[in-house]
């Protein structure tokens, strides 16, 4: 990473003025920006070949050179341009390099108030990781009846001062567009992060009642949420270059952009959204559909389209169950320990794509380098299994790469080798 050793900057102005130009620099490398179309009509159902993305920012310690600057919002943006450059130079995936610097107004649910309160371990690389939450919720039966509303928090401040100062440092080599913070749904995750995962699984047999109204109120806390975040002008199109959650983009011709709304504030039907219920991969499908479906389908039916799925196996689920999703699912998740014979059959002649994401291991695993044999073996399970449909594979939640920088570009290459190999749509 000799282009970014900070010695050769004089300063932070510099510094980023530098990374800014190499971002634009990668945006209009041939055939970059034309990735755009392939991903419209990938996500459009009209794509030729399955794309393949790295979720990088997990392991983005391991390839972005060490902190330059100083002052905090400069290293917010400093961290925010080496993501995307080093991103696309350590695993030469899918996605399409900005030529514009990505500005997102984040606003912090805080669930009926409470704040999330962590206490991280710290590993053997001074990485914090792992974690452990106190819980808001201790006595259910009692406080369910008591939740104050959420707390919506948007710090202005913040995110004026980024603004400013990549206007005002790299504006004239990198434009700066604001674009729509991520929109999911995540009940399941609330009600892990409240009352802690054995507590809520001995709630649905000993607190039933109380739980289907724990649920109903989340759902209502979302319905504020999502009302809040029009109401304040926060939703733009996501149709666009745009992480749209489930490690995919947001390309699509089947969402109005930017110049499609014609004035009027974009609302939830506009755009992208995303959910997903791994917490519960260990209940029963009668019980989640008991306790969940019916708010996962209210939900889901507000938003244009939307994705489904992180680590869970949604096969469990489908029958009788995720398949009464409404229009607009677009993409499904089909996690490792997901049966993906089974739900190739029921997702081929639908208009879903399986969405594939691959075990972890073979990348961020203990073994300091790629075992290409074994990778090539499950990853070519996975083209086979999805033959004659829809494809598209996102590594993810690779946290280490053990020294060896190269797996993840070495796991695309072979990836796209395999599909060039065995591919048909």
């Known amino acids: 990473m000799n282009a970014f050793k900070p010695i050769q900057y004089k300063n932070d102005r510099q510094y980023l003025r530098e990374l800014a130009k190499y971002q634009l620099e990668l945006a209009n490398l041939p055939g970059m920006q034309e990735r755009s179309a392939i991903w419209t009509a990938h996500n459009d159902l009209k794509g030729k070949r399955p794309l393949v993305t790295v979720e990088n920012r997990t392991f983005a310690p391991e390839i972005q050179p060490p902190p330059y600057c100083c002052e905090p919002v400069a290293r917010m943006i400093e961290q925010k341009l080496l993501g995307v ?15 514009f ?16 309160i962590e206490h991280r371990s710290v590993n053997t690389n001074e990485r914090k990781i792992g974690y452990s939450l ?4 201790t006595d259910l039966d009692r406080q369910v009846h008591e939740l104050n509303p959420s707390v919506f928090v948007f710090d202005d401040n913040l995110f004026e001062s980024e603004k400013q100062m990549a206007l005002e440092i790299f504006g004239d080599l990198l434009p700066v567009l604001v674009q729509c913070p991520p929109i999911g749904c995540f009940i399941t995750k609330h009600l892990v992060d409240l009352m802690g995962m054995e507590k809520m699984m001995i709630a649905f047999y000993d607190s039933p009642n109380e739980m289907h109204l724990l649920i109903q109120k989340i759902e209502e806390e979302y319905n504020r949420y999502y009302n809040y975040l029009e109401d304040n002008h926060f939703l733009m199109p996501n149709n666009e270059n745009i992480l749209v959650k489930m490690g995919t983009i947001g390309y699509t011709e089947q969402l109005p952009g930017r110049k499609d709304l014609h004035g009027r504030k ?37 938003f244009g389209l939307y994705t489904y799925g992180c680590c869970e196996p949604v096969d469990r689920l489908w029958d009788n169950g995720l398949d009464r999703l409404p229009e607009g699912l677009r993409k499904l998740s089909i996690s490792a320990w997901c049966n993906e014979e089974f739900m190739e059959e029921r997702l081929r002649e639908s208009n879903i794509i399986y969405h594939r994401k691959p075990s972890a291991v073979f990348i961020g695993g203990p073994s300091r380098h790629l075992d290409e044999d074994a990778f090539r073996d499950y990853m070519k399970k996975t083209i086979l299994a999805a033959r004659g449909g829809k494809l598209e594979i996102s590594m993810r939640d690779i946290y280490v790469l053990n020294g060896d920088l190269s797996k993840p570009s070495r796991a695309v290459k072979i990836t796209r080798e395999l599909i060039d190999e065995f591919w048909q749509p």
């Open 85 to 99: 450059i080093c991103g696309y130079l350590y695993t030469q995936d899918d996605r399409v390099v900005p030529d």
């Open 101 to 116: 610097y990505s500005l997102v107004p984040m606003v912090d649910f805080k669930i009926f108030g409470f704040d999330r």
């Open 134 to 137: 106190e819980h808001g919720i």
């Open 266 to 302: 974009p609302l939830m039907k506009d755009l992208w959204g995303h959910l997903n219920s791994q917490e519960t991969s260990q209940i029963s499908p009668a019980m989640f559909n008991e306790f969940f479906l019916d708010s996962y389908i209210r939900i889901a039916g507000k």
